[in-house]
């Protein structure tokens, strides 16, 4: 009998999860229920201060959604994490700079700047007209600069090692990070450079001490069309259908007629678009710029991506709005000195308890 029982015993013993696993989820579900606390204990002591911030950081992960996408795109088509897509959105930014303050768009080269007047310089003081106009502008010449600049590096640097082992072209998406990182510094100047600004002042609504502004507003006006446009895009267009199709299986694609290498710029070009549109919005809405706001809001971008599930458009966006909001309620009910470290740590959690992310599918290695 004795003997008979071992075999139960040892099996059940295996079904068992192990000791670290254990310890590492008691870890992650103690983490949770202090985050849930702090927040639950921030919103009875101020509710109205906890509906503003949250308001701001909703506003805040529209942005970041709007960078997160262009990572998760590239990542769904040819599985590379394209770190020069930060440092893209950063000259997006900088060209919002030129439109808003010189009226002209500019193109960064490595060799100088070639501008072309647009016919009106923007300043803070002038009509409701010019101001929308150079708003429209600064949207369209941004989101075009930027793809410019992302088929660029595509067809420069990561078509040729397409088929060549992954690490090749992580090392030259990083190596292009650094490239368009200097071209932002010689193109304008080091440190914070303040934007004109040009979006409406005053609060849409102040209720029981919630105050949401204009430019709030604005904000998601503009992202949020262009978000449900990339949606719409992907899912009922036959480039997006080609995008779709490629993402599951390259050859299989070439197989069935579609241009693989015309997929993957077109893929490159919208994410450039977006990066951007995001640079236009940011520009704008924060009012200072920098040549080294692209490393650190990339990886913002890049938290989100993996957050939501990276390849997964949706989750990109649901990761872009959490970690606005985390950052927000960092910022106002704890020390801003640590958002970064706040941010980062939810990238390590991730991880650690869901590499695929919130919205992410397991796939087996290499599949």
Known sequence: MATAERPQLSLAARRLPPTSTLLLWTFGGILVLSLGWWLIASLVDN?????????????????????????TLVYGIIELINFAHGDNFMLGTFETLSIAKDGSFQIPLLFGVV???????????????KRIYAITMALLLSMLLCMVINVAIERIGY????????????ITAIGFSFILQNIGLAWKRAGSIPVPDLLPKGDLFDAGGVDYSYKDLIVLLITIPLLLLLTGLVAKTKPGKAMRATAQDR???????????????????????????????????????????????GLFA??????????????????????????AYNDGFGDARWSNTVIFAILIL??????????????PEGQ
């Open 350 to 363: 991730i991880l650690v308890f869901r590499p695929s992310g919130l919205l992410g599918e397991r796939t």
């Open 302 to 327: 890049f938290t989100a991506a993996v957050l939501g599930g990276i390849g997964n458009l949706t989750g990109a966006v649901l990761g872009g709005i959490i970690i606005g909001m985390l950052q």
């Open 115 to 129: 501008g072309i007047p647009l016919g009106t310089a923007a300043v803070a003081d002038s009509s409701a007209g």
């Open 159 to 170: 078509k040729p090692l397409r088929n060549q082992p992954r690490l090749a072209p992580l």
């Open 47 to 71: 509710p109205a201060r906890f509906a503003e911030v949250s308001l701001i950081g909703f506003t805040n992960g529209m942005i970041f959604a709007l960078v997160a996408l262009g990572y």
């Open 251 to 297: 050859d299989a694609s070439a197989m069935m007629g579609i241009n693989v290498d015309r997929t993957i710029s077109f893929t490159f070009a919208l994410g450039g678009a977006l990066a951007g549109a995001a640079g236009m919005i940011y520009a704008l809405y924060i009012g200072t710029v920098s040549f080294q706001l692209g490393f650190r809001l």
